[in-house]
């Protein structure tokens, strides 16, 4: 009998949010924008804190896009990324015609290196062009080095747009991942701690940020009775049937990153009496991770040969989904091409990292399969 799939990050409802879908299809709005997207956008801000203003959009990506619009990012611009991420982060560079300039990580967050950072900035401004923006990651939820990050950022007046798609609800010395940049972006989409579906968010710190991204969100329409456009705009507003999902699952984030820190936790019981095998977590006191995804490392000169590819095949074979780390975009056909500063951290990291299931819906009997599964294998 074939078992039934353990998924990395599957969706999770709480049950409420057929409620709120329910209600947009009785007062018929179904239409484009209601009362669901501005009640997401009002729990989404009292979330957050900080006095953030949230305009709910149709992916992180799009959030992403519009950021760098805002930040004025045009053809021939460069733009410093974390090169250890999903495409998803420098896509938009890339529609505007500007340069990713690809930066490696740090081993305690896997995040972007500030050293690495400091040398492509220094280079970039040497050889004549100052970036237009700095992208940094929260990457499977874990905080990157933001005192450091953004501090630099600011000595240098470069804005900061926070890739938080990974991090809704993941803290930096009690503050929320998302409101520490000039923009914060969330994702929603299907495999992240809460989803709608499919959607994203922009985070950002005043009205005027939010009025702008809703503009260039829904076709960049000037104030006329008739279809009136002085600039490009895109359609990347989120749906009210979506929005309505997005807040039913605002009332079980708290809980839902309890239970996937459990996951975590989880596969460092399993793990600790294993030689060579790591799980990524916490490094100091003051980062708190929702372990949006739970990963390890996997050294095989200390595992007698074991490899993450020779775990990830068995866990496949007992029908249990696993996933390497993202590979960096530098080693992506995509952008080999375009300028990287550091080693090779972010390489090792892909090299010997595996990414578990990490679901806030996996049970017991789930946990049993997964734990039996790896045991087999060390
Ligand atoms: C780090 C990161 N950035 C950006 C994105 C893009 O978000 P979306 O899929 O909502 O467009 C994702 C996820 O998909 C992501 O993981």
């Keep these: 009998m074939i078992k039934d799939k353990i998924w990395l990050s599957s969706p999770h409802m709480g049950g409420t949010e057929r409620n709120y879908v329910t209600e947009a299809f009785d007062t018929n709005w179904v239409a484009p924008l209601g009362p669901n997207v501005t009640g997401f956008e009002k729990d989404l801000e009292v979330y957050q804190r900080e006095n953030t203003h949230v305009a709910a959009l149709s992916s992180g990506t799009a959030a992403i896009h519009l950021a ?10 460069e733009v410093i990324c974390q090169s250890f991420t999903f495409c998803g982060t420098t896509n938009p560079v890339q529609y505007l015609g500007a340069t990713p300039i690809l930066v490696d990580s740090e081993y305690d967050t896997w995040n972007m290196c500030p050293n690495a ?24 939820g874990m905080p990157y080095k933001i005192d450091e990050i953004h501090a630099f950022a600011k000595a240098k007046q470069i804005p900061v747009i926070e890739d938080s798609a990974e991090a809704l609800g993941s803290t930096y010395k009690g503050r929320k991942c998302g409101t520490f940049g000039d923009y914060g972006i969330l994702s929603f989409n299907g495999n992240k701690i809460i989803t709608t579906s499919g959607g994203g968010a922009m985070v950002c710190h005043s009205k005027a940020v939010k009025e702008k991204t809703i503009f260039l ?6 104030n006329a009775p008739h279809y009136q456009h002085s600039e490009v705009g895109y359609n ?15 009332e079980v984030l708290d809980k ?25 977590k916490e490094k100091a006191n003051h980062i708190f991770s929702n372990h949006w995804l739970s990963a390890i490392l996997v050294d095989p000169a200390k595992t007698g040969g074991i490899t993450r590819e020779n775990l990830r095949l068995a866990l496949e074979a ?14 992506q056909p995509l952008c080999k091409d375009f300028p990287y500063y550091g080693s090779n951290v972010c390489e090792t990291l892909f090299e010997n990292g595996l990414c578990l299931p990490s679901g806030s819906n996996l049970t017991d009997q789930d946990r049993n399969r997964i734990k039996k599964s790896i045991l087999k294998v060390f």
């Design 217 to 222: 969100a829904t076709q960049a329409r000037d």
């Design 236 to 250: 990347y507003r989120l749906s009210n049937i979506s929005a309505g999902i997005g807040r039913g699952q605002m």
């Design 318 to 331: 007992d029908h249990i989904e696993s996933r390497p780390l993202w590979k960096p975009m530098h080693l």
């Design 68 to 77: 760098l619009i805002q930040a004025g990012v045009g053809p021939g611009d």
């Design 256 to 280: 839902h990153i309890d239970l996937r820190r459990k996951m975590n936790h989880f596969y460092q019981d399993i793990f600790e009496h294993i030689d060579g095998v790591t799980v990524q």
């Design 117 to 140: 950072l400091k040398e492509a900035v220094e280079d970039r401004i040497a050889k004549g062009k100052k970036p237009k923006a700095i992208l940094a990651v929260h990457l499977y």
